[in-house]
């Protein structure tokens, strides 16, 4: 089965640029997406399709992919980024969703 | 604004079934089932084109889940049967543009425990 590989913490101070990345065989041919869930909240849509926002999401948040890895990058993070990240992919070889195993983003 | 509203928590006895429902418009979409048990990541259970009368389960819960759709009402379902301990966790549906590979718009989450 399809997997995708994310580290399983990043640290950034206020203020500074977050960047969380996110790998899989031939992720350059998948369209990837990146949620936000935060504790006890339902995970949230934050980019699409490898680099759209949806309306409603700051322009801070952006995403990129490079050959095999996507990279979800938070520019000027605030305490209330705080949250676990999660990409995910269409796995069109076995018909499934697939999810990263998220990273949990910490505003020191 | 987008609304997906799931039925409440339920607590079951192992080896039972238990019966979630999202309510929402299925009208060219497909809604997903992710689980998350406690402390752990995303996991996808299945979806549902309604419209299509398609269904997508994983391997994982394959033979275990059954998803449905009553489109007169605008709900979906998803059952779960064989319950044991680990299949606790919450429960979310989650709206698809269908072809779109993403999920948009999710439900509040249902907390499912399964418990002797």
């Known amino acids: 089965s399809y997997v995708l590989t994310q580290p399983p913490s990043v640290s950034v101070a206020p203020g500074q640029t977050a960047m969380i990345s996110c790998g899989g065989y031939?992720?350059?041919?998948?369209?990837l997406h990146w949620y936000q869930q935060k504790p006890g909240q339902a995970p949230v849509l934050v980019v699409y399709?490898?680099?759209d926002r949806p309306s409603g999401i700051p322009e801070r948040f952006s995403g990129s992919k490079s050959g095999d890895t996507a990279t979800l990058t938070i520019s000027r993070v605030e305490a209330g980024d705080e949250a676990d990240y999660y990409c995910?992919?269409?796995?069109?070889?076995?018909?499934?969703?697939?999810f990263g195993g998220g990273t949990k983003l910490t505003v020191l | 604004q987008v609304h997906l509203v799931q039925s409440g928590a339920e607590v079951k006895k192992p080896g039972s079934s238990v019966k979630v429902s999202c309510k929402t418009s299925?009208?060219?979409?497909?809604v997903n089932w992710v689980r998350q048990a406690p402390g752990q990541g995303l996991e996808w259970v299945g979806r549902?084109?309604?419209?299509?009368?398609?269904?997508d389960y994983a391997q994982n819960f394959q033979g275990r889940v059954t998803i449905t759709a009553d489109r007169s009402m605008n709900t979906v379902y998803m059952e779960l049967s064989s319950l044991v301990s680990e299949d606790t966790a919450v429960y979310y549906c989650?709206?698809?543009?269908?072809?779109?590979?993403?999920?948009?718009?999710w439900g509040q989450g249902t907390l499912i425990t399964v418990s002797s």
């Open positions: 549902i084109i309604p419209m299509m009368r398609i269904t």
């Open positions: 995910q992919v269409w796995d069109s070889n076995s018909d499934e969703v697939v």
């Open positions: 399709d490898d680099s």
């Open positions: 299925v009208r060219s979409y497909a």
């Open positions: 031939n992720l350059g041919s998948k369209p």
């Open positions: 989650a709206r698809e543009i269908v072809g779109a590979t993403r999920l948009e718009s």
